[in-house]
């Protein structure tokens, strides 16, 4: 891993252990199109990171970082718990689009139990 790789693993690490001045993560949504008839039937939830010096870093390499500083659990974890505070605060919560959020498939069999999954679902579903 090269010295910035390595800088950025770092902050990463120190980010998702909320320090703030690792930078920010925000979670983004991004249309999920439906081909046939150009209607938006879901969204995808995109972590970025916005680091104070790195810039912005987009979703596909903050999970790839995550992955290899080992805390892609916590980039999940963080991800979900944003998608369900955000669908709890929408305007129309009882017709919200389907929020997709990518679950790297080793954060299921090695790290993260289904039961964490199920219970943030379960905590958004009794605020309503």
């Known amino acids: ?5 390595l800088r950025i693993s770092d902050d990463l690490t120190r980010l998702l252990h ?9 979670v983004t949504y991004q249309p999920v199109i ?4 150009q209607q938006t039937v879901a969204v995808c939830a995109e972590p970025r990171w916005r680091h104070p010096v790195h810039g912005e870093i987009a979703s596909r390499r903050l999970r790839q970082l995550a992955g290899e500083a080992r805390l892609a659990d916590r980039l999940l ?3 979900l718990r ?3 505070a955000d669908l709890a605060a929408a305007e129309h919560p009882s017709a919200p689009l389907p929020v997709f959020v990518t679950v790297p498939l080793d954060a299921i069999l ?4 289904l039961t964490d999954i199920a219970a943030l679902f379960q905590a958004r579903a009794r605020a309503h």
Do not use: K
Request: aromatic share 4%; net charge negative; glycine share 4%.
């Open 1 to 5: 891993m090269s010295d910035t790789a």
């Open 18 to 26: 909320c320090d703030d001045d690792a930078g920010t993560v925000d």
């Open 34 to 37: 439906q081909l046939r008839d």
């Open 77 to 79: 974890r963080f991800t």
């Open 82 to 84: 944003q998608a369900c």
């Open 110 to 113: 090695d790290r993260m139990a």
